[in-house]
């Protein structure tokens, strides 16, 4: 009975080609916009680190000092703390895992000084590439031991090791950071979040994450005169601080992440963070009630409105776009099978029964769903492509993924049935013995 | 022109004309808010800055000497760029320009009353504290930018520091009217929590590097603070057409005066280039947002002409015998006229009805300001003239069946 209908369905189409053709853009131009929007929609939803994130939380309270003291407010909360505040809570180990860490930028070089390489990595105090679940490729983290003793040791991404001594395992070798040199103790393969997820605070629309080209522990890149990429929040009597300095010690420039299992170790966290800042608070060192809070990667992100409202705008929209789409072509649908009553009422007569000439209509506008799908296909292509020339932070996850055609089908032919269903039901509600005596 | 039949032929296509209905809602709703959303990012990108836009070029020198002069570095590359031809005047600022992303802000009172005020209200809202960006730069600043004084003077020689915090500012006029409402500002003295700062001249419009809401985008001061870092910012001012040239020669002087220096070519910039980035995702929305309005009214309009077609085939008989008991052409072109005008009516009351709901949601969870009325009659406007034209091919080609259509079977 299938084929019959899909043959009746084309027979159908090559009547009124015109209109036909009129009903699949309609519908692939509906598809299409709104394909666009979820692709780039999902790209920026979900996990910044598949399998990490979803336990990472980050540390925020209100850690400003007297010197400080400009300014009462505090509105949004804020992670950055001081080298020592952050020291603190991570030789606490009250987490699974912990790290502090802050965005570097700096230039590394290999020992000749002939090849350098402009990177980013993260200054850290604890052991951030198990915190954040950075595969290593070869060598080992640093130690506590290594850290302590602030030994000038560090680990390079492939891509660095690559450019600077032209083979992926460096292990063992120098690069130069800052004054001094460094022994790379271990490879990762090339990592970067998702999304931005470090520094927030100040953050100037970026939202795909940033390639971390290597990993140094906090002090020993200081000692080398490499500070952060920006240098915080400094107190107003600290000397004057800029882009990369290592004069940090009066700012508030680390971030703490934690990685907890439970809802009870979150909560006891929370109770210990909490604690911890009071505490500060009641000796004196932080001005103000520190309002300490533990936030999760997600809210962090929502918090600091990484993914931009733009991008929800547009989903909305071409949600409303494909909406009226779908209203358009049902209607054309329903006048188009109206105008076959007579048919349907022979086949009516004839013994087939309101379930066989719905199935039937169905069939057609499945049909011309599927079609209008195909359409679609490059549509989206072109729409994602669009996106990308643009010059915008989220142009980078506008791509076509295999995933976007299982999509894409199944929302063609959702919307293809979707938009028969009304038209069709119309059509078989009329007795058959009034439809032959109108035709 | 009577109502009736139409009603009563309409009432025989219900679920076509509900549906077409329902489309033209969904329509005036979107297409109303989208507009709304359009002009809104265009004021937004429109926003003066004040200054000289498009005869300035900015570059960043990154020096990287150890314990360099920073001090003299700066002299020593102001009077080579100077040099250049073509370069009217040329500043180092720390690294705050309007729309440049970089902020320096200070939190700052109109008196020293005012602070303890904020401190007993733990916030500096209702205090009468502001918090303007701050602008610093070497002497020649308000020129260069091609700020206009209109009040009080520039600062004098001996007035820029280099280390502390200088005691003069200069402040616009919006700063002005925030700290010291109904009274001139020149003169007074602001506190900033452990010391006095006199406002020494008031300009005109100075916008900040970062927007944040309208009523306080324009609150800025410029203090006579020399920048004092081997990162400074060098702002060029030079005839629009030489923008290309200045920059390219400023970068090579400046490697030339001191080898020992990073210029990042992305930080050298024409001050136009600056304005773009800031604006890049509102300039690309306002594409989307053009594009899919357009793209919805030409969909509606597809829809409504389609339907109307398929009208017209099927009462062809009827027009016929419309036609042979005297209808002329003009009265079955009013009909369909009167029929789509009728439909798109009820479509557009609706459609009002939408987009005051859908201005509400968006309002609950965007910052989109209210939609104001005068909107929703333009936007019934443009629908009726849309469904109109586009019914007018068959309508006319209705009005074209002759009478003898009536004496045929169909």
Redesign the interface.
Known sequence: MFDYYLRLALCRCRQNVP?ML?LVL?MA??IA?CMTAMTIFRALSGAPLPGVSPYLHVATMDAREAVD?????YKRPDSLLKLADAKALVDAHRAVQQVAVAQSLTRLGNPDGDTSSQAYGLMAYGPALQTFGVPLRYGRPWTEAEQSSNAPVVVIDTHVAQKLFGTDDAVGRSVTLG?RSFRVIGVIAPWAPRMQIFNLGQN??GVTGQDENFFVPAQASLDAGVGPFTSGECG?DAP?V??QSATVAQCRWMETWVRLGTRAQVDAYDRFLAGYANAQHDAGRFAYPPQATLYGTQAWMTLNHVV???V???L???G??L???L??V???L???F??RQGDVAIRRALGASKRDVFMQHLVETGLLGLAGGVLALPLTWLGLWI?HM????YADAARFSPDTFVVLFALSVAVGLLVGI??AW?VCRQPPALQIKIA | MQIRPILSTLRH?K??AI??T??VA??CA?VCN?VF?VVNRVHRIGVPTGIAENELSVIRS?GIE?NENAQAQHAADLAALRAIPGVKSVVAV??SLPLN?DEST??ICPSKQALDR??Q?????GSGCL?PSVYDGTPGLIDTLDLHLVAGRDFRPGEYVTQGKPPVTIITRALAQHMYPGQSALGQSMY???RFIRVVGIVDTLLRPNLRQPGVDYDSMILPQLP??S?VTYVLRSAPQDRQRVLAAAAATLVKVNPNRIINPKRMQAYSQIRA?YF??DT??IG??VA?TL??LF??A??IA??AN??V??RTRSIGIRRAIGATCGDILRYFQAENFLIVGAGVVLGVLLAVALNLL?MT???LPRLPLWYLPVGALVLWALGQLAVLSPALRASRVPPVVATRSV
């Not at chain 1, 643009?390 to 932070?393: G, I, M």
């Not at chain 2, 209200?121 to 809202?125: A, E, K, R, T």
């Open positions: 209109m009129l309609t131009i509906g916009s003291k400009d300014n009462p407010d004054q100037a629309g107003k004057v800029s882009f931009p409202d733009d929800h705008l547009n909305i929209l071409a409303g776009f909406l009226l789409c209203v358009n049902a209607g054309l329903a006048a188009r109206l105008r996106v643009q010059p915008v932070s009304l038209p119309r | 296509h679920l076509t549906l077409l329902l489309q969904f329509t979107i989208v959303m990154t150890k720390s690294y992303q200070s939190g904020a401190i209200l733990n916030s500096i809202d918090e900033d929590g452990d004092d870092d990162v980035a890049q995702r690309t929305m989307l947002l899919s793209g919805l969909v509606t597809l829809g389609g339907l398929f009208w085939q099927q968006l969870h965007y910052e």
